[in-house]
């Protein structure tokens, strides 16, 4: 088998996650909607997602690097599933839980360390909890969600693919 249809779909993935990032990028300075710091490690995770598709769509690699390829575009997209779902939960948490929040990311940044931010952030800060745009009743979370839930199956189709043309040619054997 041809290694084109492989860079194919990274190229389709590529393609899927400039798009997107393109699309938070008019979100934020067309549209004028300010992201938390949850949507900015998303928008981070969508970035290291479309660079290493972009790399394996352009680089020509041999059948052990294409899987490598595959893990860390399949990690980016899951590490962003699982920021996601997590600003999703918060958003529809409870009203009386919402309270549990911390101050703004800036506040955050200016009286505790990176790390100590980092965490607090994960719990959730006020700013993720607010829903300011939504497309077909979706908020950007789920919509993001989406996206890397889609990407994560994309992911799973190419290794599906490599794996059984591999056993395809040790068959033939």
Same mark, same amino acid.
């Given at each position: 088998?041809?290694?084109?249809?492989?860079?194919?779909?990274?190229?389709?993935?590529?393609?899927?996650?400039?798009?997107?990032?393109?699309?938070?990028?008019?979100?934020?300075?067309?549209?004028?909607?300010?992201?938390?710091?949850?949507?900015?490690?998303?928008?981070?995770?969508?970035?290291?997602?479309?660079?290493?598709?972009?790399?394996?769509?352009?680089?020509?690699?041999?059948?052990?690097?294409?899987?490598?390829?595959? &893990?860390?575009?399949? =990690?980016?997209?899951? @590490? %962003? *599933?699982?920021?996601?779902?997590?600003?999703? $939960?918060? #958003?529809?948490?409870?009203?009386?839980?919402?309270?549990?929040?911390?101050?703004?990311?800036?506040?955050?940044?200016?009286?505790?360390?990176?790390?100590?931010?980092?965490?607090?952030?994960?719990?959730?800060?006020?700013?993720?909890?607010?829903?300011?745009?939504?497309?077909?009743?979706?908020?950007?979370?789920?919509?993001?969600? &989406?996206?890397?839930? =889609?990407?994560?199956? @994309? %992911? *799973?189709?190419?290794?599906?693919?490599?794996? $059984?043309? #591999?056993?395809?040619?040790?068959?033939?054997?």
């Amino acid at each position: 088998m041809s290694l084109a249809p492989s860079r194919s779909l990274y190229f389709l993935a590529f393609l899927a996650g400039a798009l997107t990032l393109g699309a938070s990028f008019y979100l934020e300075f067309g549209v004028s909607l300010r992201p938390c710091f949850l949507c900015q490690m998303q928008r981070g995770f969508l970035a290291g997602f479309t660079l290493v598709n972009l790399v394996a769509a352009l680089h020509n690699p041999k059948r052990s690097v294409i899987y490598l390829y595959g &893990l860390a575009s399949m =990690g980016f997209a899951l @590490l %962003g *599933a699982i920021t996601a779902v997590r600003q999703v $939960l918060l #958003q529809n948490a409870a009203p009386g839980q919402s309270a549990d929040c911390w101050p703004s990311l800036h506040y955050m940044i200016e009286n505790l360390s990176f790390w100590q931010a980092l965490q607090l952030t994960v719990k959730g800060t006020v700013d993720c909890v607010e829903i300011n745009w939504t497309l077909f009743d979706l908020s950007l979370p789920e919509w993001s969600l &989406l996206f890397f839930i =889609g990407m994560l199956i @994309l %992911g *799973a189709m190419q290794f599906s693919q490599l794996f $059984l043309s #591999q056993r395809l040619r040790l068959a033939r054997r």
